[in-house]
């Protein structure tokens, strides 16, 4: 790297090339005198010149030594002159740098300053580095919003040829977006295009993000936002005709108004495909294709067409694939007719992946997520799922797969760069409910254990009633293969006040996880567990009081979970559906066999509207002896709002607690809908109806309630996904309920992750 | 449920492999119908391979190798092709790697450092260090 | 008007503030050495301390593991003195300070390809300084580390029965890295990806130079074993032109 000092332009004084070496030629050099030359020492000088003693006095060579030593940015100003047969070199140093300050900074910190421009003690001073730094500096600010700061550099000459420099900043006002406006669309209100941007009206609770900020690329990359919008709704011909963003009449913000174009809705129309592949039969094909012809054009299900094609192309055996859809537009009844036009690639094939910037995580961690090894057919499809996969590890900040022409014309090298993020992660987390009372949580996490891509958790809780503590750790391709493997380790205590017993819990597990499909996932757990129940108060009921004392627990669980929700942990469309079977009997002490069947249906209304259907059903049977309350089934609280924790089921009559049932069925509707803040604040009300019941329980029949017939409970809620955390409020009607159920009006939950 | 499966290397079909015709067809003309050989052989000079295989997983088992080619193509001196070999996953042998491995330098990245984020040095002793000591 | 209190701006003659930089560095302070060593050159810059303060901040950056530090330091005074007498010893400074960061095989290789370039630059800068021979040492040492990393994302490849692409990156470390430890294992590697794919004369030749070339290694009855104890006489393979390079190298 040329050190920062020999950087930058020409020294000053002369602009661009050196004054020509006005020296009478002839003659050879006795003598080589350096004037001037104070900080730099004369041997220095000399080694940058291109001419030595002995040589002629030889204009070109005079011309080069000027120019190189003007080149190291040492000198302000540089000429030669003759003196009989020596040649004169007079010197003018730059001042070097003595001190930087900065003066009128507020918003920023001197610090963050000082490492963005070039210009450091001790280094030679220019004219034109300080105008670069300065430069540097107003970015700094329009980065921040403030587009009418000024940066004036000050110079306040020493002795020994040395200077202070001092940046005079006047930071200016904060350039807000106090409002943002559409003209000329009728499809779609202002509210859903506004969120479409990235860039946000500024509103009190927003004091911490900067998206409010007016920054001409923000608006740049939104117009392209509204694009992509309408094209995905039909609206092939849109055009954002205009983005203009003035000044509020009081200077203090901009007010931005997009004017677009709409055009026409179109709809698909006639959509065929047709290849030039040898013996490819293209209807066969026709299920991947996911544009209909009579549906709305949409931009988005075009690429997600080629892509399916790419891939169901790619598993037939042709490696090199270049599918093109041909666009046929009839403004006359608005529909746009496609053709894929599936025909053979360039042949390319990939000789090696480069994998640069890991400076933690191992080369394997990430070349193991590619789609694609060396020496196999370059396919882009295949490059862009490799870069989501490796993006997925959530290990880099910036992932750039690119690909550069090989050592042959049909062979590419694939470069990979990624830039590290910090993966640990310690997370304070506090909440309060209803069943558990004021809790607190302390988890340290780190996700790229020692770069080697495992996950170690280690968790503290502690709330009203019970302590826990957990370690889990989670190899992700085990033994090399596609297949999750890890461990836990749990020690947990619960005093229970209902059913006033206290129970201690140590155990461990085993787990090993893996895609059966793309959508599908089967998780097997093996756990051993030592569990005490003691402190059984007098009052206890009768079964409790059988538990007394400590059983360990050897049980193998297994889960199958078929996943097609779209939305992450918030679905809003998609359907998931798991069946779980759990086996306890692997030698222990207690023996039971229990099958829970759950399924979430989301199905979205209009724009931000979500209806969510939701069903389960347990059942559970001891074999060879009885179940255990502490294994047996509880409804209430957050799974059946209406009712306390366990307030549904079987229950002792002498006292009066809740004893669990060996089955179960659930059933919940909701509808959830957005709370007319402009869906800003990501508030979302709902309306549900849960309904169920829990029944059956071993031990005498006559010391417990018990009843099949179903509960109903209705109510409003609220969820604020507040960027403190997830805050839950349900108020639960109960309608059906048998006489011993517990009810309990209002369920709540504050969870915060900070 | 569904196997995935995936093509590696550089599978050319038959008609492709039958028009390279021994005596007759040049490296251009090899070149041109099979493009880049997938590799060259280690120490025979005048010898290309084209590598290629298609493989079919289920979940987390290995892939198992349905239908593999390694087609070998020697060149007499003069250029013209001498001999083409096909070797199919029949040939192939069950390898057992051997897992000792040449040891090299460099600094493991231990917990600690992890947890402090700065990478230790490589190839010194500790303590005051004089440059020049390996 | 910042907050926290600035250095206090004190002129101090050149020799004073030097010795006690200097004391500093020998006390193992070396943070506070680097300072005072730049103060030393930011006071006096046109005096004769000013160049060896240069010089002995970049030393004790080095000492205190300110990797950074120490190359910025190096490069302005191999940039301000290239004629003094220590520039064989900066430039040498500034190759260790990239060659001591160089990480495992398994992680980004770029420190090791820096402290390749500027030892190399060492050795063809100062071929008879007393440096040139240890830098030459290093650089043999970058290169098998260089080769090592071919060699795991080789075994990588292998273990994942991805034969083709480890032929190709053992066969890059036996042409680029011939002079370097990696070498015999290579060759062993390619022997048992040979034989998984069936193509036995090849495997054999391979075998051959790996017996040939290094009879004694481990490695070699590994190949041996593998081979099924077939009697693998050096037949030498005259036929290519990497026999002839083994003869010219060994």
Not at chain 1, 696 to 725: C, E, H, M, T
Not at chain 2, 111 to 116: F, K, M, N, Y
Not at chain 3, 19 to 45: I, T, W
Request: glycine fraction near 10%.
């Amino acid at each position: 790297a040329v050190p920062a000092a020999a950087q930058g332009t020409a020294g000053q004084g002369t602009a661009g090339g050196a004054t020509p070496a006005a020296v009478p030629s002839g003659g050879t050099i006795q003598e080589i005198r350096i004037d001037g030359a104070q900080r730099v020492d004369p041997e220095t000088v000399r080694s940058y010149m291109h001419i030595n003693l002995g040589d002629p006095f030889d204009p070109i060579k005079l011309d080069d030594s000027l120019k190189s030593l003007y080149e190291t940015g040492l000198f302000a100003d540089v000429t030669l002159a003759r003196q009989g047969d020596t040649l004169v070199v007079k010197v003018v140093e730059n001042p070097v740098i003595n001190r930087i300050a900065f003066e009128g900074n507020k918003r920023i910190e001197d610090k963050d300053l000082e490492g963005e421009i070039e210009l450091r003690p001790r280094v030679v001073f220019t004219r034109t580095k300080v105008q670069n730094d300065v430069q540097r500096i107003l970015d700094l600010y329009r980065r921040k919003g403030r587009f009418n700061a000024t940066v004036e550099p000050k110079i306040i000459k020493l002795d020994q040829n040395r200077v202070d420099l001092v940046f005079e900043i006047n930071e200016g006002e904060i350039t807000q977006i106090s409002a943002i406006n559409f003209v000329g669309n009728q499809a779609f209100s202002d509210g859903t295009l506004r969120g479409q941007l990235a860039t946000t009206e500024s509103s009190w609770w927003r004091f911490w993000s900067s998206s409010d900020v007016y920054d001409p690329d923000r608006l740049a990359f939104d117009r392209e936002n509204l694009r992509r919008f309408y094209l995905s709704e039909g609206y092939a011909d849109f055009r954002v005709v205009s983005t203009v963003a003035e000044l509020s009449p009081d200077r203090s913000s901009f007010i931005v108004t997009f004017t677009v174009d709409e055009g026409p809705r179109y709809k698909f129309g006639k959509i065929d495909i047709n290849s030039t592949l040898k013996n490819l039969d293209p209807e066969t094909l026709r299920d991947d294709v996911k544009t209909q012809e009579g549906d709305w054009y949409d931009a988005t299900l075009v690429d997600k067409s080629i892509d399916a094609l790419t891939e169901a192309v790619g598993n037939l055996g042709y490696a090199f694939v270049d599918i093109r859809p041909k666009t046929q537009r009839d403004r006359k009844n608005l529909t746009i007719g496609l053709t894929y036009d599936i025909n053979e690639g360039p042949k390319v094939y990939v000789e090696r992946i480069d994998i640069e910037g890991n400076v933690r995580t191992l080369d394997r961690v990430i070349r193991r997520e590619f789609r694609l090894a060396e020496g196999d057919a370059f396919n882009a499809a295949k490059l862009r799922r490799s870069r989501e996969r490796i993006q997925n590890l959530e290990f880099f900040q910036k992932v750039e797969v690119t690909n550069e022409p090989g050592s042959a014309p049909d062979k590419t090298v694939v470069k990979v760069k990624v830039q590290e993020a910090s993966t640990g992660e310690v997370s304070l987390g506090a909440g309060v409910s209803t069943s558990v009372g004021p809790l607190a949580r302390i988890q340290i996490r780190e996700r790229n254990l020692l770069g080697r891509g495992q996950d170690l958790r280690l968790g503290f809780q502690l709330s009203g009633i019970s302590s826990q503590v957990d370690l889990s750790f989670t190899e992700p391709y085990f033994m090399g293969r596609d297949l999750s493997a890890g461990f836990d380790l749990f020690r947990n205590t619960l005093q229970g006040n209902e059913s006033n017993f206290d129970q201690k819990r140590l155990g461990g597990a085993l787990r090993a996880g893996y895609n059966v499909t793309e959508y599908t996932r089967n998780v097997w757990r093996y756990q051993l567990e030592r569990r005490t129940i003691y402190n059984v108060g007098d009052s206890a009921s009768f079964a409790v009081k059988s538990e007394e004392g400590t059983t360990v627990r050897s049980s193998i669980d297994q889960e199958l979970i078929w996943d097609r929700t779209v939305g992450g942990a918030n679905p809003t469309s998609g359907f998931q559906v798991s069946y779980e079977t759990n086996f306890t009997g692997l030698g222990g002490d207690v023996r039971f066999l229990r099958n829970e069947l759950k399924g979430n249906y989301y199905y979205p209304i209009g724009d931000s509207f979500t209806l969510f259907i939701g069903g389960a059903a347990g059942h559970m049977v001891g074999i060879g002896q009885d179940t255990r309350v502490s294994d047996r089934f509880f409804l209430g609280g957050s799974t059946f709002r209406g009712f306390e924790f366990g307030g549904i089921g079987p229950r002792d009559i002498s006292s009066d607690d809740a004893i669990g049932g060996k089955q179960y069925y659930k059933g919940t509707a909701e509808l959830r809908f957005p709370l007319g803040f402009q869906d800003a604040l990501d508030v979302q009300g709902r309306i549900f109806a849960d309904a169920g019941a829990v029944w059956g329980f071993d031990g005498d029949k006559g010391s417990a309630y018990d009843s099949d017939s179903p509960r109903l409970a209705i109510g409003p809620g609220l969820v604020w996904n507040s960027p403190l955390g997830l805050v839950a409020i349900d108020f639960g009607f109960p309608l059906i309920k048998e006489g011993f159920d517990k009810t309990q009006l209002l369920n709540f939950s504050f969870g915060v992750q900070f | 449920c569904a196997a995935r499966v995936a093509v590696r290397g550089n599978l050319p079909d038959p008609e492709q492999v039958a028009a390279v015709l021994p005596g007759q067809s040049s490296r251009q003309d090899v070149q041109r119908i099979l493009g880049s050989p997938s590799t060259l052989s280690t120490f025979q000079a005048n010898t290309w391979y084209y590598i290629g295989e298609r493989t079919e997983q289920i979940a987390f088992f290995r892939p198992d190798v349905i239908d593999r080619s390694v087609l070998v193509i020697t060149f007499k001196d003069d250029g013209t092709v001498d001999d083409t070999k096909l070797y199919t996953v029949e040939d192939g042998q069950e390898i057992a790697m051997v897992d000792r491995t040449t040891p090299t330098e460099g600094n493991e990245l231990t917990i600690w450092q992890q947890l402090i984020g700065n990478i230790g040095r490589f190839g010194s002793d500790s303590g005051i260090k004089k440059p020049g000591s390996t | 008007c910042s907050g926290k209190e600035k250095p206090t701006y004190v002129e101090e003659p050149p020799e004073q503030l030097y010795n006690k930089a200097l004391s500093e560095l020998l006390a193992g302070d070396y943070e506070k050495s680097a300072k005072s060593f730049d103060e030393v050159e930011r006071q006096h810059p046109y005096s004769v301390w000013a160049s060896r303060a240069q010089l002995m901040s970049a030393y004790a950056f080095y000492q205190g593991d300110k990797y950074d530090d120490a190359i910025n330091a190096l490069d302005r005074f191999i940039q301000l003195n290239p004629g003094s007498r220590d520039i064989a010893y900066a430039y040498y400074l500034k190759a260790i300070c990239y060659y001591e960061q160089i990480s495992d095989v398994g992680r980004d290789q770029k420190n090791t390809i820096d402290a390749l370039d500027s030892l190399k630059e060492v050795v063809r800068r100062f071929p008879e300084s007393r440096y040139a021979r240890d830098a030459q040492l290093k650089i043999d040492l970058a290169r098998d580390h260089l080769a090592g990393k071919d060699m795991e994302i080789g075994r990588y490849y292998e273990s994942h029965g991805e034969y083709l692409a480890a032929i190709n990156r053992f066969q890059t470390v036996i042409k680029d890295y011939q002079t370097t430890t990696h070498v015999p294992e290579a060759l062993h590697r390619l022997v048992e990806c040979y034989l998984a794919l069936g193509v036995y004369k090849e495997a054999e030749a391979t075998a051959a130079v790996l017996g040939y070339n290094f009879p004694g290694s481990e490695w070699y009855q590994d190949s041996y074993a593998l081979l099924t104890g077939k009697d693998l006489r050096p037949a030498d393979h005259e036929g290519s032109w990497i026999s002839q390079v083994w003869h010219t190298v060994f």
